[in-house]
Nanobody
Framework: QVQLVESGGGLVQPGGSLRLSCTASGSIFSAYSMAWYRQAPGNQRELVASITHRGNTDYADSVKGRFTISRDNAEKIVYLQMNWLKADDTAVYYC????????????????WGQGTQVTVSS
């Protein structure tokens, strides 16, 4: 199993930026597909971005061009750089270690971090 800890959330104004970090331990980080999800109050948890162990990425349409996911396999960290933040980005952001299906989509496992709150407000 893998343990995940998210950090980097906070309160920012619309148009601002944040970089989230997810630090992994307890397993072979480089073998996993990694992803960021988010969940706003009253909403289902949604996939924001994913990255394979080789660095291939995928993004939700709502964040394309604004967010960038990356990973450092040596340090066992996955990042989410968020630029031009909107109020709709407000949510708790979670890191997940999973796999890829045959269509290249991230399949979530039960390995979640505790989440980090991102609030975008004036």
């Amino acid at each position: 199993q893998v343990q995940l800890v998210e950090s980097g959330g906070g309160l920012v104004q619309p148009g601002g930026s944040l970089r989230l970090s997810c630090t992994a331990s307890g397993s072979i980080f480089s073998a996993y597909s990694m992803a960021w999800y988010r969940q706003a109050p009253g909403n289902q948890r949604e996939l924001v971005a994913s990255i394979t162990h080789r660095g291939n990425t995928d993004y939700a349409d709502s964040v394309k061009g604004r967010f960038t996911i990356s990973r450092d396999n040596a340090e066992k960290i996955v990042y989410l750089q968020m630029n031009w933040l909107k109020a709709d980005d407000t949510a708790v952001y979670y890191c997940n270690a999973g796999q890829r299906d045959r269509d290249g989509r991230h399949v979530a496992s039960d390995s979640w971090g505790q989440g980090t709150q991102v609030t975008v407000s004036s």
